[in-house]
């Protein structure tokens, strides 16, 4: 561990040797020069925790990539919640996805680069949502792409990538992604922290670790952008490209090099975490929002918190929830799901009890069973078909309100995008900025069930083990 600390402190003392004005002033004159329209595809709603002002789109068809395409922003977000599908519908979502942006970019006569946003802690359908999204690009235009760019650097919620190896902060220490609970997970589990050697552990060998493009900590703090320039311009055959960031400034100093190159005919895929989609799509920084902000029509009803994760910080959130006083609590048993009718039974109770507390003006936190349903090996599309009826279920608590709550938290990305898409019905949200640094905060659109209401999108495996309690709070106060 001390070994891990001094590795950390090594690697920040380095952020003060970079003059940050100048490289603002470089990254703000690229970005001019880079005629594309940005398309972000999330796996789940937590995606947009870096951004604001940028719009959310929760479906793929034609008309709604229109309109993304025809917005002032260079950016624009669609909501693919893939992180909960099975491989095939992930499959078959990334083929039309791809099609439709492919179309609309014809019609419109505009240049595209596509980001597929995935988890920080490098969980998700990777290989497979990029390489779908490749392959059915390049079946339907002329485009080709050189290489992937892979960028899981997060700041806010704590990753690092020092030597290429990727790093999940927990307390004042950082530990190798490889050695935490997330490459346990039960679907997309993984053994490697070195990004090389996880790229090859991923994609079962296609691609190998020692032919890969490295970008390292020290070419970035030397602004050696000409360096970096000529490795982008090297690569080819879609090989990945593993960029080492703790800081922003990593970040935008590769953004310079990277539209250099992509201005110079070369074109690349991209995986990254939420920080890349903020730096270059050049969204300023934002301070954190406050009460009146979000909350700017109080009610008589309650507010709802509705907790669905099961990642070991959740857990530990929910716990500190509890000691609070502003709120009543609802635990939902889903381990029901394998006796239907005692379910729906289990269900209504806790429908008509959120729907009786936000009436009577409480706050009600209404949070899934802990432990986690393991119906044993070799099950994982078994376990993860039942976690959609349970997410179905617990989306149906939003979709049966008959009263507006004064605001909505849900923890947990996949919580998160079924209560926004199937609870509240929303086809375009605004993102208004964040609650707590890698929080976001959605305004919903008119077409919602309940318009222009604050919907706060807390993912799972981010945030103090307090912020979930002071957030809530925060609202709850009148």
Do not use: C
């Not at 960028?151 to 307390?171: A, C, L, S, W």
């Not at 530990?175 to 050697?197: I, Q, W």
């Not at 070991?312 to 929830?321: A, G, M, V």
């Not at 004064?406 to 926004?420: E, L, V």
Request: charged letters at 30%; zero cysteines.
């Amino acid at each position: 561990m001390n070994e891990n600390k001094r590795l950390v402190e090594e690697a920040f003392s380095h952020i003060k040797s970079v003059e940050t004005s100048i490289v603002v002033e470089m990254i703000e004159k690229e970005l001019q020069a880079l005629n594309k329209k940005i398309i972000v595809l999330d796996d789940d709603p937590t995606g947009v925790q870096t951004v604001h002002g940028i719009s959310v789109y929760t479906d793929w068809t034609e008309d709604s990539i229109e309109k993304g395409f025809a917005e002032e922003n260079s950016m624009f977000f669609i909501l693919t919640n893939s992180r909960g599908f099975t491989a095939a519908e992930t499959e078959k979502a990334h083929q039309e996805i791809a099609a439709n942006i492919v179309k609309v970019a014809k019609k419109t006569n505009q240049d595209f680069t596509i980001i597929s946003r995935g988890d920080s802690t490098l969980r998700g359908h990777y290989p497979l949502e990029t390489k779908v999204l490749k392959e059915t690009v390049e079946a339907n235009s002329s485009v080709k792409f050189d290489g992937e760019v892979i960028i899981p650097f997060f700041k806010e919620g704590g990753r690092f990538t020092i030597d290429n190896v990727h790093y999940v902060q927990m307390d004042e220490y950082l530990v190798p992604a490889g050695k935490t609970e997330f490459a346990k997970d039960r679907t997309f589990g993984y053994t490697k922290s070195h990004l090389g050697e996880y790229a090859e552990e991923k994609s079962q060998g296609e691609y190998k670790a020692e032919n890969m493009t490295y970008i390292t900590l020290e070419s970035l703090r030397n602004l050696d952008i000409e360096t970096i320039e000529q490795q982008l311009l090297a690569v080819e055959n879609f090989n990945k490209v593993i960029v080492n960031a703790v800081d922003y400034v990593d970040v935008k100093i590769f953004v310079i090099a990277l539209v250099r190159a992509m201005n110079k005919g070369k074109n690349f895929m991209f995986r990254s975490a939420a920080a890349l989609t903020k730096v270059i799509g050049g969204v300023p920084d934002k301070a954190l929002l406050t009460r009146e902000e979000l909350v700017k029509e109080d009610s008589n009803h309650g507010g709802l918190v509705i907790i669905g994760s099961h990642v070991k910080k959740t857990t530990e959130q929910l716990e500190e929830l509890k000691t609070s006083d502003a709120l009543e609590f609802i635990e939902f048993n889903v381990h029901l799901v394998l006796e239907p009718e005692e379910f729906q039974r289990e269900l209504d109770r806790v429908v008509q009890e959120t729907n009786r507390f936000i009436r009577e003006g409480k706050n009600v936190a209404v949070y899934t069973r802990r432990e986690r349903l393991d119906l044993g090996e070799g099950k994982k599309e078994e376990e993860l078909k039942l976690s959609v009826q349970i997410s179905d279920a617990v989306t149906s608590i939003v979709k049966r309100l008959e009263v507006k709550p004064n605001f909505i938290i849900a923890k947990g990305g996949i919580t998160s995008s079924d209560i926004g898409t199937k609870g509240l019905e929303v086809q375009r949200a605004t993102v208004a900025g964040q609650v707590r640094p890698g929080i976001p905060v959605w305004t919903t659109g008119s077409e919602s069930k309940f318009p222009g209401m604050t919907y706060v999108i807390f993912p799972g495996n981010v945030g103090t083990k307090t912020d979930l309690r002071e957030v809530a709070e925060m609202l709850s106060n009148k």
